[in-house]
Antibody, heavy 121, light 107 residues
Framework: QVQVVESGGGVVRPGSSLRLSCAASGFTMSSYGMHWVRQAPGKGLEWVALIWYDGSQEYYADSVKGRFTISRDNFQNTLYLQMDSLKDEDTALYYC??????????????WGQGTLVTVSS | DIQMTQSPSSLSASVGDRVTITCRASQSITSYLNWYQQKPGKAPNLLIYAAFNLQSGTPSRFSGSGSGTDFTLTITSLQPEDFATYYCQQNYIIPPTFGGGTKVEIK
């Protein structure tokens, strides 16, 4: 079955960097767009980034643009989120999710359980 | 960005009740509206896509309606496992945006 498993979260200082990973299995990752969506503690869902199936298109929320980079390795079936210049407000549970299609549906359908990022001095 | 506004932000209901949650978009999104359910400590789960289509596995007591800017999620007979937070999401245009959520609690 479709499975995505996030890793790489942790506690970091403001201004530092962190790279999240998402391991995909049970489907052909190279055929699907992939999202990152986050949820601050006790808050709602915030879409973060999307990458097309082949990596040709990337989209970002304004709140992370210029600081975060989404990428993928279709040979390793892995999605990444490089997070630089982290701020307190980036503290959240980060979910990886598969898009309905190649990336143009903008609809996360299959979600992992998330990895927690805490930015604190 | 398109703003998604849900109401109410929370509600209390009893098992067997009919529950209605509304979602309003700041501009027309035609039928590009999805509903997710999230239980405590769990990832969101897609319930309904494209305004009224049930995702595989979604019980038939859930239904969605609406188009343009106004949408509704209805649960016809609330079950114990339906107590959760519900989010609408527009996928009409980048960035995809979510509503603030509606928490359905036990009365």
């Amino acid at each position: 079955q479709v499975q995505v498993v996030e890793s790489g979260g942790g506690v970091v200082r403001p201004g530092s960097s962190l790279r999240l990973s998402c391991a995909a299995s049970g489907f052909t990752m190279s055929s699907y767009g992939m999202h990152w969506v986050r949820q601050a503690p006790g808050k709602g869902l915030e879409w973060v980034a999307l990458i097309w199936y082949d990596g040709s298109q990337e989209y970002y929320a304004d709140s992370v643009k210029g600081r975060f980079t989404i990428s993928r390795d279709n040979f390793q079936n892995t999605l990444y989120l490089q997070m630089d210049s982290l701020k307190d407000e980036d503290t959240a549970l980060y979910y990886c999710a598969r898009d309905r299609g190649s990336g143009s549906y903008y609809r996360p359908e299959d979600w992992g359980q998330g990895t927690l990022v805490t930015v604190s001095s | 960005d398109i703003q998604m506004t849900q109401s109410p932000s929370s509600l209390s209901a009893s098992v067997g009740d009919r529950v209605t949650i509304t979602c309003r978009a700041s501009q027309s999104i035609t039928s590009y509206l999805n509903w997710y359910q999230q239980k405590p400590g769990k990832a969101p789960n897609l319930l309904i896509y494209a305004a009224f289509n049930l995702q595989s596995g979604t019980p038939s007591r859930f239904s969605g309606s609406g188009s343009g800017t106004d949408f509704t999620l209805t649960i016809t007979s609330l079950q114990p496992e339906d107590f959760a937070t519900y989010y609408c999401q527009q996928n009409y245009i980048i960035p995809p945006t979510f509503g603030g959520g509606t928490k359905v609690e036990i009365k």
